[in-house]
């Protein structure tokens, strides 16, 4: 049966051409990583400035899409819409002071000791410190939730939890001299075995995966359902 | 309203209160550093005069409880050896915390001698994909990192005139709070021959044992403890040791809180029994 010449065009445009373009990107991406050759590294050096070109494009997008959210909730008056408020100062505050930069302007290094730098050591350091350390209080409350000896895989899982707890800390080691020795046996040899199953695991998935792709074998990308 | 004693509002106080406490009246306890710390420390101390060494400050602010000690503590190592230290990142939000270290620890009486651009050199953040960055890294060192942190060019500093790329560096440590280790395990050790250790926050530190023990590592310095064994093998106890009590505390406070808990909940499970048996 004769294919409409419009159908093949389509067909090339729609399948054989990206089949292609996966294919020789994907040996390129893979290879250009293992030529020891000058070509290879100024290929990559490009490459790498192509990223970040589209980084820096992908900024403003995301710069954009919160800025046209947050003017959203404002003018719609939603819910927690005094917090987007605060979105507003705390951009202004931030890009301001890193642009103006202390009268030396953006395009120089960033003044040492400037408003800029006071701002984010006593603001966002502070801030994203207070934020981690709130861990602090989920870690003991989840554990004292879920620690429960329902069962006895449950209650192995209770006793080692234990004994690494107490055994990385100094207080484990005047408790008991085995403690630290015991709490680094498991670090060691079943925390690792079980790690490596399931980094083995995952690396033969993400091999099987890049090498479908890269022949085509793996097609859902393409949209379709073909 | 009844308040279980696993209620959270029950719980957060609780923590407060034991690390406020901890802080408040610190207990100075024995600290035996772990076998992978010394082995970051014998490293470092073994490494001949003018090494280079590459501290990649891979972390952000919610990090620096446990990592900004640790940085500290082996920035003075390498800088009391008088090796030369370059530090760079590849975490955009923790560039100025990183030249934030580099500077005070400069600053500190005994390292005013050192020179930037000569005994160390902060470059800053590096756009772009990192397993990229770090091969350019490795053919080209000054010309990845054109300048410094401070837009000073790196071609003509005194500290690249002989480590031209990552093949000339000496030892690698990747401190950090998300998976960059990964990939300067295979981009950076694995690929360039490296000697490398890795800092990380506790909650990584399981992940870094499989390194560990494969040798892509040969030292690993995890969470807080990590960074308060560090500051007691340089004999300068510090913040790393100073939050030791307050974390053992809060272990053991955790161990009590789930025994009681244990308890209550086979108590209640023997009581439903019972009731179940009585009522048929």
């Known amino acids: 049966m004769r294919v409409p010449p419009g159908q093949t065009a389509m067909r090339a445009i729609k399948l054989t051409i990206p089949l292609l373009l996966a294919l020789l990107f994907g040996l390129f991406g893979f290879g250009i990583h293992y030529v020891p050759h000058p070509w290879a590294s100024d290929t990559k050096e490009f490459i790498s400035l192509w990223v970040r070109v589209i980084g820096g494009i992908a900024w403003i997008l995301g710069a954009y899409g919160l800025i046209h959210l947050h003017t959203g909730r404002i003018q719609k008056k939603q819910s927690g819409w005094g917090y987007s408020v605060f979105f507003f100062i705390g951009l202004a505050l931030m890009a301001g002071t890193a642009f103006y930069n202390d009268a030396r302007w953006f395009w120089n290094a960033q003044a040492q000791g400037g408003v800029y730098n006071y701002l984010n050591n006593a603001l966002f350091v502070s801030t994203g410190a207070t934020m981690f350390s709130l861990l602090g209080f989920f870690i003991p409350s989840a554990a004292v939730r879920t620690f429960r000896a329902r069962s006895f895989e449950a209650t192995l899982l209770l006793i080692t939890a234990a004994v690494v707890m107490l055994g990385m800390v100094p207080l484990g080691q005047m408790v008991s001299g085995y403690l630290p020795g015991a709490a680094e046996w498991i670090m060691l040899v079943p925390n690792t075995a079980a790690k490596r199953a399931i980094m083995l695991g995952v690396s033969l998935g993400v091999i099987a995966t890049s090498l479908r792709l890269i022949f085509g074998l793996e097609r859902s990308y393409l949209g379709g359902g073909e | ?280």
């Open chain 2, 1 to 280: 309203m009844q308040v279980r004693w696993t209620d959270p509002r029950l719980v957060f106080p609780l923590v407060a209160a034991a690390i406020v406490f901890a802080l408040l009246f610190p207990v100075r306890q024995p600290i035996k550093p772990q076998q992978a710390v010394v082995q970051v420390y014998d490293y470092i101390e073994r490494l001949p005069k003018g090494s280079a060494v590459m501290l990649a400050v891979d972390y952000d602010p919610q990090a620096k409880a446990e990592l900004v000690p640790m940085t500290t503590a082996v920035l003075r190592h390498c800088l009391r050896k008088d090796l030369r230290v370059i530090g760079m990142t590849f975490w955009p939000q923790g560039t100025a915390l990183g030249q934030s270290i580099f500077t005070a620890v400069a600053q500190e009486p005994q390292f005013r001698h050192k020179k930037a651009g000569s005994d160390y050199v902060y470059l800053g953040y590096k756009p772009g994909d990192m397993a990229q960055v770090i091969t350019n890294m490795g053919e080209n060192l000054p010309n990845t990192f054109r300048q410094d942190y401070q837009n000073r060019p790196t071609t003509a500093m005194p500290i690249f005139q002989d480590v031209k790329s990552l093949k000339d560096v000496d030892y690698l440590l990747d401190l950090a709070a998300g998976n960059t280790p990964e990939t300067w395990v295979q981009f950076g050790g694995d690929k360039y021959s490296v000697p490398m250790a890795v800092g990380c926050t506790a909650v990584m530190g399981p992940d870094m044992y499989v390194r560990l023990t494969a040798r892509q590592i040969n030292g690993l310095i995890a969470g807080l403890r990590g960074a308060a064994d560090y500051e007691v093998l340089l004999d300068r106890p510090e913040l790393g040791v100073a939050g030791m009590f307050a974390q053992s505390i809060i272990h053991v406070m955790i161990i009590v809180l789930v025994v009681v808990g244990n308890v209550a909940f086979l108590a209640t499970r023997r009581r439903r029994a019972r009731e179940g048996e009585r009522h048929g």
